[in-house]
């Protein structure tokens, strides 16, 4: 049978069912609309190294139906973020991740990105409670070596190459959530993500001088010798959840609006290997998007533990007709293996397990990762759009609305360029093709015209071309039904081109919003954006 025929069954299955569940569903519930997403590495993917290559890739994933995306913000144990919290813990060399001392901010420009066209951005602490990979416990430990988790024999615990801090002890908590609280505070975000790492530590730990006292005093019996005691295990799992509802608590102090979501192993191995009982997490109501990672390459075995994972959602019954109804609300989207090094699971596979997920009524998937989607997997996110994603749709999370809505643009034209035949276009990098630049040191001055429908808080941002050194600030002048407001901003910023902010507004009433650069020799006109700021206010 030709893949074109197979595509066309999978579609009409997909479509079948779909029709079915979800038609007795009462309008406004979590079934309402699906989670289309997207982990963003900086290991095996070069999308965070420019701004420009998170331009492309944001604009890739919106035009083929994408609605959410998990960029990586703490790896390695470093971040992929200006941080205060790492100072002030490590020094100052440690403040971001070396490859980014050039003055950037890759989660703020993709935050940027992602708003512009319409995604939801949930920064992904994938290192979680790891301090180092094969580095006998890397710069953390050795700055805080009372930090170290300890195996049975009191060596440093380390699996699968990862070596681990004691995710029980209460500086390391307090310091994960210092990195979290931090993002969360620092950044215009609809969320967080832990994963396998977080609330995560290996079954094999549990035997510093910190947790053995502990769990001594707690219980009054010694720590045994086997880590998988049935009573250990159980008391270092709910340790772990314990911290994950400190964890939630104080992102939704923050803000209600954001989202916890976590992404753990699949469960009972998840708990038996890294200590997450995620069926838990759920009771407590201390998870509100849950991704288990069902990485399999055998779609038998997918389907399987996406059955284990319905049942968990209060959606499939068991072999015996019983159904578990969870007491608090949870959107489940399962992780879906797309790329593992140079292994692929391609169209034939996750079309396959995209319907079943519908089948089910889960809520949607999450891809791991990015680099999975294009040519080297037969071009997987362009299938998907024609058989699954062409449609737009809501965030269950949301209720089937939407939080993030595309950015309002105005780009430049020679009608909006005084005086006329002063300025020259050109076609280079600019924000959707063209952009005009004069040399003339004459008064000049480009005016850009936007229509906006809901009040709010906005940022203002400027387009330059990729490459192009920002030669002349210009003066910006504003003008609302409000008022005008007119000033000449500061720029500081790395001379690479894209989107530079320029100040925040409060739009009070809808109507035209006129945005005016003005200034002398060598202007850039190319594009502006405001941009909605969802960030709540303290």
Known sequence: MQMKNVFAI???AVLYAGCSPADDRQEGTLADGEIRGVWITNVDSDVLFSKQAIAEAMDYLAARGFNMVFPVVWNKGLTLYPSEVMASYFGEEFRIDTVFTNGRDPLQELIVEARRVGMEVMPWFEFGFSSSYQDSGGYILQRYPHWAARDVNGDLLAKNGFEWMNA????????????IREVITNYDIDGIQGDDRLPAMPAEGGY???TRSLY????????????????????????????GGRLYTMVKNQDPELMVSLSPSIYPWSLQEYLQNWPAWIRRGQVDLLHPQNYR???DRYISTADTMGWYAGIVPDEHGNRY???HDVVIAPGILIKAGQTYNGPGYVL??????RNLGLNGEVYFFFEG?????????DTLYKYVYSEPVGQPHRRGSTRVSPALISTATAEQLEPAGRWAETRDNGAYGGNYYTGQADSVQASFHLTVEQVGRYDLYVHYPFGSGIESIPEIRVKRTSGVLSFRPDFEYEQTGGWIPVTNLVITEPGEVTITLSGNKNLIADAVMLLQNHKAIK
């Open 10 to 12: 999978i579609l009409a």
């Open 168 to 179: 029980i002890h209460p500086e390391v908590q307090d310091f994960m959530l210092a990195l």
């Open 208 to 210: 510093s001088e910190y």
């Open 216 to 243: 001594e005093r707690e219980t009054g019996r010694p720590v045994p010798d086997d880590p998988r005691e049935p009573q250990f295990l159980q008391w270092k799992a709910d340790k772990l959840t314990s911290f």
């Open 297 to 299: 390459y055998d779609i």
């Open 325 to 327: 109804i969870p007491e």
């Open 352 to 357: 396959k397990a995209v319907e079943h997920n």
């Open 373 to 381: 989607l294009g040519a080297s997997n037969e071009y997987l996110a």
